[in-house]
């Protein structure tokens, strides 16, 4: 099995999962927590990345290629309805869509893509990941600093869908859809999910009004057209004020979500 390290640096909270993966299974090894007095930026990652490598050593995890995840609010989102093209010319096709009306220069981001099937009228369908280069660089810097390799950066948001595919354990329900909050320490992030892609992801504040922002991100699903509808709200963290006062608040019911 390939070793790996898993690492969440947000909001001066830093967490580490040191694992291996192969033959279709995860098996962790070591979680780790540091509250840090800053996060990854592009000013000081070389450094941030010589404090990881002390904290790993500390802690007696032996270095291994890093997967990164990245909160919502640090990459774009589009959805996408293209002609159906061949294999080869996709991704140029998907690029030339996701640029359109981008505030950025195309040659400061990096894009990315998950098809999402075919939608009825012979197009093909993507949701389009865009990422500005400094943040993918500061990620490469800070695991230089550590002396790691980078591996792959993700958005954390795969991460809670895929973790709620295996926690749900059922097929999913053509007709609707579920929506998903997870609550740390000092981030929330909501997403509402229907088989293997988020429909709809944003992260939030955690506060005292985290519940009113669940029910405003609810109230825009359910805004727009030809979205399935919402069947539970599945709630991992915040205690039991948040799930009480989320309950005032939404009609669909509220379900525990224990990754």
């Excluded at 869509?97 to 099937?117: H, N, W």
């Excluded at 599945?234 to 005032?248: C, I, K, V, W």
């Amino acid at each position: 099995m390939a070793q790996f390290l898993a690492i969440d640096w947000d909001q001066n909270q830093l967490h580490v999962v040191a694992g291996a993966a192969g033959g279709g299974r995860v098996k962790f090894r070591r979680t780790l927590v540091w509250r840090e007095e800053k996060s990854p930026n592009p000013a000081e990652a070389e450094a941030l990345g010589k404090l990881l490598r002390q904290r790993l050593k500390e802690a007696g995890v032996a270095p291994a290629p890093v997967l990164a995840c990245i909160g919502r609010d640090r990459v774009i989102l589009k959805d996408l309805r293209f002609p159906a093209v061949s294999q080869e010319e996709e991704a140029g096709v998907v690029r030339f869509q996701a640029v359109k009306e981008l505030s950025d220069s195309p040659d400061d981001v990096v894009i990315d893509y998950a098809t999402r099937g075919a939608p009825p009228g012979g197009e093909q369908q993507a949701m389009a990941l865009i990422l500005r280069r400094e943040i993918l660089a500061t990620y490469q810097h800070l695991c230089h600093g550590a002396g790691l390799k980078l591996a792959g950066l993700t958005p954390r948001m795969f991460g809670i869908a895929a973790a709620f595919r295996k926690a749900a354990a059922a097929p999913d329900d053509p007709e609707s859809a579920a929506a998903v909050v997870v609550v740390g320490d000092r981030w929330a992030e909501f997403l509402v999910v229907r088989g293997d892609l988020p429909l709809l992801s944003r992260s939030l504040a955690v506060g005292p009004g985290l519940a009113g922002e669940v029910r405003r991100n609810l109230t825009v699903y359910g805004g727009q057209p030809g979205r399935p509808p919402v069947n539970a709200l599945h709630l991992a963290g915040g205690g039991p004020e948040l799930r009480e006062r989320l309950s005032e608040l939404i009609d669909v019911p509220i379900q525990e979500f224990d990754p």
